[in-house]
């Protein structure tokens, strides 16, 4: 068993979780049970599918937890990317969100390829 506290996708993750709440608390009030609710659903399944994914006793089912993770990752992506088409956000207010979750994308990715060829 790992300790996920210690990795630092789900630090980053968890970095994001705060990031996309405190945007979120900028849309709309009819979007409470919309768009924010999907977006704030959607981001924490990021860092907690990360800590699942460390109690897991296989390498298969660890992987598996950071596929589900990088699919979240990639929603919540779209859901701001949704946000700003409908000019809730602009660009400036969204760059910072998405360094972020780039560099997760990219932290996840290296370590499901770091699992598959262990």
Not at 94 to 106: P, S
Request: glycine share 4%.
């Amino acid at each position: 068993m790992r300790n996920f506290r210690q990795l630092e996708i789900w630090k980053n993750g968890i970095e994001i979780v705060k990031q996309v709440y405190i945007l979120s608390q900028h849309l709309p009030s009819e979007e409470k049970f919309g768009l924010r609710s999907q977006l704030t659903r959607a981001v924490v399944s990021i860092p907690s599918n990360i800590a699942e994914g460390c109690s897991r006793n296989s390498e298969v089912e660890f992987k598996r937890f950071l596929e589900i993770a990088m699919g979240s990752l990639f929603e919540v992506e779209t859901q701001l990317t949704i946000s700003q088409e409908l000019n809730f956000f602009s660009e400036k207010d969204l760059k910072n969100i998405f360094e972020l979750l780039n560099k997760e994308a990219k932290m996840i990715n290296s370590l499901i390829n770091k699992i598959k060829h262990s």
